[in-house]
């Protein structure tokens, strides 16, 4: 039975151009980035400097502070420069350039794809190993992994979800990795289950991807404990607090995380970045981007290093359109538009959508006709015609009583206003300011 | 690749729904409407309702690009939609200079002093009507019988409608079931066979309209349901208590301007609640006080009092009615 | 005169006394007494209630001015100093002499200086644009042309130019009351000294970038190569951050600096045009 959540929702064009392209591996670039804050947190401190000698997989950052993670040399080369860099916001951060040469691996990582299915560690290794590894949520969030496999003193957790959702229109690099690595997954959903000591998993599958659901489901037989549970296809089902409500029909508390219900969500990438960690002994270097657009000649699913260039990528598959207007790192609906192509792939990108020109520009904007269609789609039940209109006249008392921190800023209401105001535009200034406002309020 | 990027914030992806389509959407489920008007009252209707649709979007053109100087934005059809319900309010023999006049009220005073589109607290076509009601009272309810589509603009023929039939003969002391002799049955009526306004006879055209809007999702169910089913309990309240003085919940939903004023007026958007609580209490109060004044108030018809009235009470409800919220508050510890 | 009449006259006149004595017994009742200098200094005042004076408007600025002992520190600058001593006449205290300002935009990025290398298509709003990315341009810290500044601004002094694309500031109508400095994200608004005939000698630039990147992004930036501070003859110039920044309180309006800057970044305006000017050395030789 197709479950789905209850309040708001919208139905973009799913353009899932690329869903039955299989993975395929790049080749290695000539120069990687590695900025050093590729997650939620401290940025890392690099421990190389210009001029070192690194291997593919060595240590090259180290985590500073709880919420942070380590960054590993997805290549081995010479390091060139260790310095501010444009990042994909166009503001420069620290980041470590490598010229490539040739690919050595450091010492330890298990390179052979067979199946290792049993887990031979207690929950303290597998957890202190994926914070060696420097694992991160693949899902676009970045946390660090370790984090969430840990339950805070209070708090109890007796289920897992797994987000294979993957709600945002033309991305299918979550998809490709259930149906390509499927065993692999669901190890290394075994592996979490045991480190949150938990003995159920639900899988969250959006209906969309059938080859997917069926074969997760067939596997699944083999292993305990772990459930595939088939979504209606409705933007944002990915977003967790939505996930959490459909598969399992517990409310997130507002200003509260997913532990205050006794769930925790992991991505599908993410738990296949959990089994490569624990039973390879592997960082995460590489992860899967799907590079896609309408006009995109060889749209596909790629496997690449951390750190290669987004130009690289959109060379892989045809090389940049002419008609292009607008390159989106992440999805449509959340993703960052880029500047410049030159930026690199971090752990966060998930894909990378090339829209043509006609489709880029943004619409004229009309009067609020106060229709209402914002607050109906909300997935949050806010009201985006307040909250943008209290954050446009800087009223961000009558916003944080509005809780606009609730706002997951998914887009939906901008998506769906006819009159084409800027709604997120505005609600995103709001949320920063008040958040940074109560920031200030707990200092003093 | 020669040209430079775009960057904007996200979402990159936007409906291909606009103001623009909304409100043709609505010209279009008035269509069948405007149909029935012709084929009962003739060229009268054609001619009011032309009338009508040009001076509205005469006046918002002439005041936004000479008056207000800004760029006038007719083309998102909200002063035809305006202009098509005005002339739905009014008799087919109207005058034109009073529809011009009509016009000048509903888009000059009811919208464009509060600030043009999307400002206005009250239903600019409701307040046009009730303008030219009470300015111009004997034209205003000078009913056209209907005699046909080949009517000329000048020959119509006037005379009571069901409505004003009942209340003038409830007044008189007669009873219900006599006067129903006079009035036509209700088949006749849902099909709009009778006397009244343009817009408001022909129910199951509105009707029709209704459906084209919802399933286009241009309205939703609430207002217009709930209004039809507040009309209904409460007249069959009254009808199940005096069955002599008062007439049944059917001729009261298909006589006056009820089915127009629950489908298309009520469900204006800028001067209709936002959340679907709101709309609900909104739209049981337009059916109540739409009831009083047809049985204890002065006029034959209620509804366009009604729906101004809870115009007023709109901001409040917007206000006060929030929409469920996801998760519960939780405690900082 | 029917009874009718008499009557209805004698119940409204007898409704208006009631109403009259009540209204005055609550005002007696509820009276505030409050310092009548307060009024008579607030009579004085502009009434925009711009903030300017860094209270919450004139009547609030009244209040302080009663209160405190001396002006020190206070000051309208909108009303400036004829203002302030007509305050200072009521309150019999000395007014303090407060130098002029006015609101200066550091940055000369037109399409022109600073190569655009994308199209921003979001809200027109700067606060928006900033938290988004660093700009239209490679220079990260340059003017985003939204116009969050022009907005701010409550005495119709600014506009934005649509071919530099960069706000306009009006001299003779800026009151210098900060609006539009806090407005700016990127704080590339300053107040500076008021000099005769508006002349103005500043760093038009906030790139903190070395100088290779900077020089880069902008023909006119500043490539913080220290040359102008080591040929000011009053010490007004100091760097911080491969940015150089020119007091306006000490700066004597000599010239010597913007003569000696060799991308152009330091503007001087309305300044009579100089005959000669001496040779520039070439940008490559000084970032060396």
Known sequence: ?444 | MNNLLNVSPSPHQHSSETTRKLMYGVVFALLPALAASVYYFGTGAIIVTLTSVVSCVAVEYLIQKFVLKVKPSVSDGSAVVTGLLLAFNVPSNLPLFIIVIGAVISIGVAKMTFGGLGNNPFNPALVGRVFLLISFPVKMTSWPVPTGFKTGYADAVTGATPLGILSEGVKNGETVSALMEKIPSHLQMFYGHMGGSMGEVAAGALILGGIYMIWKKIITWHIPVTVLLTVAVFTGILWQADPSKFADPVFHLLTGGVMLGAIFMATDYVTSPMTPKGMIIYAIGIGVITVLIRTWGAYPEGVSFAILIMNAFVPLLNMYIKPARFGKEVKHG | ?288
């Open chain 3, 1 to 288: 005169m029917s009874s009718t009449v008499l009557l209805t006259i004698i119940m409204l006149s007898l409704l208006g006394l009631t109403a009259a004595v009540i209204l005055y017994v609550v005002a007696q009742k509820f009276m505030v007494i409050e310092d009548p200098r307060i009024d008579q200094v607030a009579e004085v005042l502009p009434g925009a209630n711009c903030g300017g004076c860094g209270y919450t408007g004139c009547r609030a600025f009244a209040e302080i001015l009663v209160k405190s002992e001396t002006f020190e520190g206070l000051n309208c600058p909108v009303g400036g100093a004829e203002t302030m001593s007509k305050a200072a006449q009521i309150l019999d205290r000395q007014p303090v002499a407060v130098e002029p300002k006015v609101a200066v935009l550091r940055c000369n990025g037109t399409p022109e200086n600073c190569t655009r290398t994308s199209v921003y298509d979001g809200a027109m709003n700067c606060r928006v644009a900033h938290s988004l990315y660093g700009g239209t341009t490679a220079c990260q810290f340059g003017c985003l042309g939204c116009g969050d500044c022009v907005v701010a601004c409550q005495f119709n002094a600014m506009y934005m130019d649509p071919v530099t694309q960069l706000p306009v500031i009006i001299d003779e109508k800026c009151v210098a009351c900060g609006a539009c400095v806090k407005a700016c994200p990127r704080t590339l608004i300053e107040l500076r000294k008021r000099n005769r005939k508006d002349r103005k000698i500043y760093v038009s630039c906030q790139n903190k970038d070395k100088g290779g990147p900077a020089r880069k992004a902008c023909n006119v930036a500043c490539i913080g190569c220290g040359k102008c501070v080591k040929v000011c003859p009053y010490d007004a110039i100091t760097m911080a951050d491969n940015l150089a920044f020119i007091d306006s309180f000490k700066c004597k309006l000599c010239r010597k600096c913007v003569t000696e800057c060799p991308t152009g970044a330091i503007l001087e305006l309305n300044f009579p045009v100089k005959e000669e000017k001496p040779l520039q050395p070439s940008v490559a030789e000084v970032i060396e």
């Open chain 1, 1 to 444: 039975m197709f479950k789905t959540f209850p309040k708001g929702g919208i139905h973009p064009p799913e353009n899932k151009l690329t869903a039955s392209k299989p993975i395929v591996t790049l080749p290695l670039p000539g120069t990687v980035t590695i900025p050093v804050s590729q997650h939620i947190g401290a940025p890392a401190t690099p421990t190389v400097a210009k001029g070192d000698t690194v291997k593919t997989g060595q240590v090259i950052a180290t985590a500073k502070g709880f919420v942070s993670a380590n960054i590993h040399s997805p290549v081995s080369g010479k390091v060139s420069k260790v310095e501010a860099v444009a990042d994909t916001t166009g503001y420069k951060q620290m980041a470590v350039v490598i010229d490539v040469e040739g690919d050595e691996w450091a010492d330890g990582i298990d390179r052979s794809p067979a199946l290792v299915k049993e887990i031979s560690m207690t929950r303290e290794q597998i957890i202190e190993r994926c914070k060696e590894c420097g694992l991160v949520g693949l899902g676009g969030a970045t946390f660090p992994t370790y984090i969430k496999m840990t339950v805070p003193e209070g708090k109890k957790c007796d289920m897992i979800i797994i987000n294979g959702v993957e709600c945002e229109p033309y991305l299918t690099s979550d998809h490709r990795l259930m149906v390509e690595k499927g065993n692999e997954v669901l190890t290394g959903v075994t592996i979490i289950m045991k480190a949150l000591g938990v003995a159920k998993a639900i899988i969250g599958i959006e209906g969309n991807k059938p080859d997917a659901i069926e074969y997760l489901s067939g596997l699944s037989k083999d292993y305990t404990g772990i459930t595939v549970q088939p979504l209606k296809v409705k933007y944002p089902q990915g977003g967790e607090k939505q996930l959490i409500k459909s598969c399992t029909g517990r409310e997130v508390p507002s200003g509260g995380l997913p532990l205050d219900v006794g769930v925790v969500v992991q991505n599908v990438g993410t738990a296949l970045a959990v089994y490569e960690a624990v039973q390879k002994n592997k960082p995460l270097i590489e992860r899967v981007v799907t590079i896609t657009g309408k006009s995109v000649i060889n749209p596909g699913n790629f496997l690449v290093r951390i750190g290669t260039p987004v130009s690289v990528l959109i060379e892989a598959a045809g090389g940049m359109p002419d008609d292009t207007g607008k390159v989106v790192n992440g999805g449509p609906m959340m993703g960052k538009a880029l500047a410049i192509t030159g930026v690199p792939v971090t752990k966060g990108t998930s894909g990378i959508v090339i829209f043509p020109a006609a489709e880029s520009q943004r619409e004229e904007i009309l009067p609020c006709i106060r229709c209402g269609k914002c607050s109906s789609v909300c997935a949050m039940g806010l009201e985006p015609w307040l909250l943008a209109a209290v954050s446009e006249k800087a009223m961000f008392e009558k916003a944080e009583g509005e809780k606009i921190t609730d706002c997951m800023e998914c887009g939906a209401c901008s998506y769906t206003c006819p009159a084409k105001r800027p709604l997120l535009d505005y609600i995103r200034l709001g949320k920063a300011t008040v958040i940074r406002m109560a920031r200030e309020r707990v200092m003093k």
